[in-house]
């Protein structure tokens, strides 16, 4: 979502709507802009999750015509995203809020493509400099063999076709290698059906691992001697 903003010059308009937000009982706002937020931790997600589509709808605001779409689409991702992960939260489902979350995800699926330029794993990266490089030293010796046909205007008009020519060809190469094929992504699509097998699935949180890591290991290393801390933390 932050690079679709930096594409579309709306950062400014949504860290301002960001900084708007008020209190509310059992809400805090945050204190640093939302491009500062360097760590998500569960309960600031929690917090804050349910106010991103309203946010984005704010800074996206006064768009032109031919910015519409894409608009659309980033919101409809979004705002279906929020709303699954909003009604996921619920200790009891029925027949009718497992329909409601498989219509958010059959909104997200269709849209999050929208988002996909703006997911480059460093892997693809290097794939895309070494692109560039190479096609930027053929062009220089196809330039050196022809450069006595050419004037100053050719050069010129050349060297804009050149750099069209390679910004093209390494969005082609970050559109074709990227994707969203990571575990958490297909995981979504199984919830409905975990809940139906498995009743609530409340149970099966992850936080009273994570407590007792902190409780039983961190905590007892802390007051070991480092030295044989496996023994005496048992």
Known sequence: MEGFLKKHKREQAFNNAWK??????RFSTQKKVYREITQWQGKKIRNHGPCISAILASALRNLDHSEYPDFKSALKC????VEFTLMAQYRSHT????????SYLQRFHPTKDIFLEFRTLKAT????NHQDRELTELMAYQRAKEVHKRTL????????????????GRADLIRRENHFNFNKMPYLIHFASHVQHFGSISMYSTKIGNLAYKNQIKDG???SNKNEAARQIL
Do not use: F, M
């Open 78 to 81: 979004i705002t279906g995203l």
């Open 20 to 25: 708007e937000i008020l209190p509310y009982p």
């Open 221 to 223: 290393y802390g007051r």
């Open 95 to 102: 027949p009718d809020t497992l329909s409601y979350i498989e």
């Open 125 to 128: 990266c290097t794939q895309a």
């Open 153 to 168: 205007t050719n050069c010129s008009w050349l060297a804009d076709q050149e750099r069209v020519e390679r910004s093209k």
